[in-house]
């Protein structure tokens, strides 16, 4: 009876040593696809990172080309127009230069306390016969930091820009120029931001 007791002890703990083991083994498994499920995640987390930094690359290099790209301005004699009502603005800056198919006039724009104007005021130009250029209108300005004022001009040595002209405008809150052209010739009025500038492109290929 004794030898008896002794063998069921033996195959008890034979037993309670094989739960053991696979409990070990069962509990090993499981942490090991937990790990790997953490770092699937975790690439999939840098992953989504990588595309969104993608998509913000895409919208400097817009924003870079954006009105520099030859052969993609919609030049135009036609009235064109941008911007929106807006008030408290100056003419902080206006510079002019040659881009060879192009020639670009920018008149750049800041709050009257110098800080950096945050809005396009509403803004036009039109092919104006009469004065043989653009007669651009830019709203919304309380200033200028700069030539050419009203009833002043500033010459152009360029073939086809002659000169920029200070137009007198009959209200207290809008500055206007004239870009004088010894031929007519397309435009294509648009702004650009940081900081923010009106932009006048005349086409300088078309005959």
Not at 54 to 69: K, N, P, Q, S
Not at 71 to 91: R, V, Y
């Amino acid at each position: 009876m004794a030898h008896g007791d002794y063998r069921l002890k033996i195959c008890f703990i034979a037993i309670l040593s094989l739960l053991l083991s696979l409990t070990v083994f069962l509990a090993w498994g499981c942490g090991e696809s937990g790990t790997g499920v953490q770092e699937e995640r975790g690439i999939e987390e840098r992953d989504e990172g990588v595309i969104e930094e993608d998509t913000l690359d895409d919208g400097v290099e817009e924003e870079a080309e954006e009105g520099t790209e030859e052969g993609s301005m919609p030049f135009s004699t036609e009235n064109q127009s941008i911007g929106f009502p807006t008030d408290g603005l100056k003419i902080a800056a206006v510079r002019y230069a040659d881009h060879g198919s192009y020639y670009r006039l920018v008149f750049e724009l800041s709050d009257m306390d110098g800080t950096q104007a945050t809005v396009c005021p509403s803004t036009t130009a039109q092919w104006l016969p009469s004065a043989g250029g653009v007669k651009v209108v830019i709203n919304g300005i309380r200033g200028m930091d700069t030539p050419p004022f009203a009833s002043d001009s500033i010459d152009i040595d360029d073939s086809l820009v002659q000169s920029l002209d200070g137009l007198v405008v009959h209200d207290d809150q809008a500055v206007g120029y004239v870009i004088a052209l010894n031929r007519e010739a397309g435009f294509y009025l648009h702004l650009l931001t940081d900081p923010m500038r009106i932009i006048v492109d005349v086409d300088k290929l078309a005959p």
